[in-house]
């Protein structure tokens, strides 16, 4: 049976990270809706380590990663084969009163001795201590091709500059607006680094608590791009497990909390999401399972 399949005059930015040294991966690339093109490049599965466990964590992610060091948290991740890695230097955040085991740029020199994985380098959620924090990072990482992040409309203007001069790419998050995601990649893009080293990240919501909108957004983003919107053909990006593991289900159970992290994943890479990134490794066991039978 022949299959009818919808042609577009766009096409989505394809983004490659890693380099040097470093392994190199690549996604992206689509001229189509997700599962319509053929090959269909997958998306790439991160899993995510934290500089300090939060002693609000979620008690099934401290089971896994609290009884390790940062470097030793690293090397655990890098045994379940991501893709990528991100790094999450959280202790920067004002709100955040646990010391780290040094200064972020002292254990990023650790970290990147130890693993060749891609890298997802992201900062503390505060602008005004990423401002200060993540071009230092970036400095650090000269030419080896990391995703930096995360840039908002208040402290775009130096990650911008940072990642530009250090040949990165940077993840530029906004509210659930199409129009605001457009104007912030503009904005970076008149900084003077390329839409196609801009990763977009929608907000992320988890399953039962915003998913369906969040969708939605990602859906019109990419039916956008492939319309013919050049300022919309980034890459996109969802932080899936640090919004799944703080919901009341994730709380309440481990296999619960797995079964949420991979059903909101999957909704997203349905949505068009280029990058997903994990914290539980049994999710990203499955979902790369999954995703290597249907691609």
């Not at 920067?92 to 650790?110: F, K, Y």
């Not at 790419?169 to 457009?182: C, F, G, H, V």
């Not at 999401?273 to 914290?279: E, T």
Request: aromatic fraction near 6%; charged fraction near 20%.
């Amino acid at each position: 049976m022949e299959v009818i399949r919808a042609e577009y005059k766009g096409k989505i930015c394809t983004l490659h990270v890693g380099g040097m040294k470093r392994q190199t991966v690549s996604c992206g690339g689509h001229t189509s809706p997700p599962f319509l093109s053929t090959p269909y490049q997958r998306p790439l599965l991160a899993l995510e380590v934290y500089d300090v466990i939060l002693p609000d964590q979620n008690q099934y992610l401290k089971k896994i990663w609290s009884a390790e060091d940062f470097i030793s948290r690293i090397k655990k991740a890098e045994s379940y084969s991501p893709d990528v890695l991100c790094l999450r230097f959280i202790s920067a955040s004002p709100d955040v009163n646990i010391a780290a085991e040094g200064q972020p740029a002292e254990l990023l020199i650790q970290a990147k001795a130890v693993t060749d994985l891609p890298l997802i380098i992201t900062g503390c959620g505060d602008n005004t201590k990423d401002e200060e924090m993540l071009p230092l990072l970036s400095d650090e990482m000269k030419d080896e091709n990391v995703l930096l992040g995360v840039a908002t409309e208040e402290n775009y203007r130096m990650l911008a500059v940072s990642c530009s001069v250090n040949d990165h790419s940077l993840i530029a998050e906004t509210p659930l607006d199409l129009s605001l995601a457009k104007q912030l990649n503009i904005l970076i893009q008149n900084m003077g680094l390329p839409v196609e080293r801009i990763v977009m990240h929608h907000a992320t919501a988890a399953l039962g608590y915003g998913l369906e909108y969040c969708y939605s957004i990602l859906e019109k983003s990419r039916l956008a791009a492939l319309e013919g919107d050049h300022m919309l053909s980034s890459v996109m990006l969802n932080f899936v497990g640090q919004e799944s593991w703080k919901t009341r289900e994730a709380q309440k159970s481990e296999q619960l909390g797995i079964n949420w992290e991979t059903v909101t994943a999957l909704a997203y890479i349905e949505g068009g999401a280029d990058i997903i990134v994990l914290d539980h490794p049994e999710c990203l066991i499955r979902l790369r399972a999954l995703l290597d039978q249907w691609t």
